[in-house]
């Protein structure tokens, strides 16, 4: 804050008239609530040394120093540790002066490019919950790129070749389902029942099954008709119901540039590489690349023994292709946490190669649910899947169910996608979730509906209070309001902290911090019934609070109904 960056040069003003010493470091930290103060500074017992007195007179002369020239209030707390208040109403002017129409945002990326490449989905397969946080996640680094300056291309890089597109084709040709009546659903189950056969075959010691997938591989890289029919029949029904599913999520992509775009750029790739002598071709056709000078010990499988691509051909045909095309500055893959080292070797490749963007693994953990045995268990399609149709179905269901009955469609799909989205946010992205119900749909904890209610409640305030006329409130001293006010300020460094490792849920944190401050707050200071300077002071703030609860949780990609 602009107010402890005054304090800061005024202590070491103090410290430079009292003992002459130039380059003195001065920090501030919060105390907890049961210590007089809102920051402290242990500027004295660091000096105490180089002065050669007490750190606690020290403390005392700064202090002395300090009344001349500061608004502040002091008081010495232990050794020697100086504690500072600070008062409501220049809190309030601090906000003031640095309000403005876009107040959290800043230019600090202005004119760089980063691309966001989300949820990544497989065509072969219904939208599950298992993307559910690639996508929530993607978008939040979206639109917190774009809140420090950022302008941002997202990807929604498609599954659209590879393995899956081998076991959907090999299964659908044995499922008897008809060309033009198959559904999402139909694919889905297709995987599913694939999946467990090939599992079975390999347990058996037999690869028919698996050669008839490979062969498949094989026909839709050669341009097969019937192959190339089949993939873009079925990209088609599968990208209309990806699209309805983002559509109630929320979320959207500039660009949707499936593997099949990069195939041939890859293989292009890896034939040029291995002739600068940067890959190498083994003896069975193979090729790899050694990423010893990157601390990795494991070479990366660049090209199949057959010269089937693999996900490394196409992720380096993309590299390829976004750095002579597209020439991001940075590029943020939302992926989980599962794959981490399948993208240390990519982003040692790409520096080995020359890629010259800034690549970014944002890794999460899994998702669990609640087993009917009460156990705790991965949310899995092959168990019978959680759609994420079905998640939001259900999530809608329970808010009709507990919420205000006035409350209209369009606001219970905010409330239960709010929901969904801000539990995703709740724990670092690093680790797993747990999906239950009963906390993510509450309007007491950490919750998102807590929050969206937070900010219904101010707008009801502000509309309640639309007609009266303001008047001048100078002399009020922001006493009551001084929490909230404080919290306000961290706004703009929490947007800019964020942004250097996407840590998302410092910005869910917040948001739950500001809402039960303003529960508190509305306890001890009555609005409607307050002194009209009063009652103007503390409508100035519910406004500001209002623009920042809104602003911190669209980051996160949670709008605000209109009524809860």
């Not at 590879?162 to 090999?170: E, H, L, Q, R, V």
């Not at 239960?416 to 119900?437: C, E, M, N, Q």
Request: with cysteine; aromatic share 10%.
């Amino acid at each position: 804050m602009a107010t402890m960056d005054n304090l800061k040069e005024q202590i070491k003003g103090a410290i430079k008239k009292l003992y002459d010493v130039d380059d003195v470091t001065v920090d501030f930290a919060e105390v907890p609530s049961n210590i007089a103060g809102d920051y402290s500074t242990n500027v004295a017992m660091r000096l105490a040394r180089q002065a050669g007195k007490n750190p606690r007179q020290i403390a005392e002369e700064i202090i002395a120093e300090l009344k001349e020239v500061s608004e502040f209030e002091f008081s010495i707390a232990g050794p020697g540790f100086i504690n500072i208040e600070i008062s409501g109403k220049s809190l309030k002017a601090e906000l003031e002066e640095k309000w403005s129409e876009h107040y959290g945002d800043n230019q600090d990326g202005a004119g760089r490019l980063a691309m966001s490449e989300f949820p990544s989905t497989n065509i072969a397969k219904p939208y599950s919950v298992g993307h559910l946080r690639p996508g929530t996640q993607g978008w939040a680094a979206k639109k917190i790129l774009e809140a420090n300056g950022w302008k941002v291309i997202t990807d929604n890089h498609l599954g659209d070749v590879g393995t899956p597109f081998g076991i959907w084709a090999t299964g659908f040709k044995r499922s008897g389902i008809d060309f033009d009546k198959v559904t999402i659903y139909d694919l889905g189950n297709i995987y599913i029942k694939m999946k467990a056969d090939l599992k079975e075959e390999e347990k058996n010691g037999e690869h028919a099954l698996a050669d008839e997938v490979q062969d498949w591989l094989l026909k839709l890289e050669a341009k097969d008709e019937e192959a190339v029919k089949l993939s873009e029949h079925f990209k088609e029904i599968s990208m209309k119901h990806t699209h309805e599913v983002m559509d109630r999520l929320g979320i959207a992509t500039d660009l949707e540039m499936g593997e099949s775009c990069f195939v041939e750029r890859g293989k292009q790739a890896v034939e040029e590489y291995v002739e600068k002598g940067i890959f190498e071709k083994n003896e069975d056709g193979s090729v790899i690349c050694r990423l010893d000078e990157y601390g990795i010990d494991v070479p990366m499988l660049m090209l199949k023994s057959n010269g089937t691509a693999l996900y490394a051909t196409n992720d380096l045909g993309c590299m390829l292709y976004r750095a002579e095309n597209i020439h991001p500055d940075k590029v943020v893959y939302c992926a989980g946490g599962e794959q981490k080292f399948y993208f240390e070797q990519l982003f040692a490749l790409g520096k080995k190669i020359g890629i010259p963007q800034e690549n970014i693994h944002l890794y999460f953990g899994m998702i669990d649910q609640i087993s009917p045995e009460g156990k705790r268990e991965k949310m899995s399609s092959r168990k019978g899947v959680v759609l994420m149709e079905e998640l939001l179905d259900d999530a809608e269901k329970r808010v009709r169910e507990n919420f205000d009955k006035e409350i209209d469609d369009e606001d219970i799909k905010k409330v239960a996608v709010g929901a969904i989205k801000y539990s995703d946010f709740v724990a670092d992205r690093k680790t797993g979730i747990l999906y239950d119900p009963d906390k993510i749909f509450a309007l007491t904890g950490q919750s998102g509906p807590f929050c969206q209610y937070a900010d219904v409640r101010m707008r009801r305030i502000l509309v309640k209070n639309a007609d009266f006329e303001r008047v001048d409130f100078a002399d009020y001293d922001f006493a009551e309001e001084k929490e909230i006010l404080q919290l306000l300020l961290k706004f703009p460094d929490l947007v800019r902290s964020v942004c250097e490792k996407f840590e998302m849920h410092k910005i869910a944190a917040f948001c739950f911090e500001l809402a039960q401050s303003l529960n508190r707050y509305y306890e001890k200071a009555p609005i409607s019934t307050a002194e009209d300077n009063v009652k103007s002071a503390r409508l100035w703030m519910i406004e500001k609070a209002d623009a920042v609860m809104t602003r911190a949780l669209d980051l996160l990609g949670i709008e605000i109904p209109a009524k809860m």
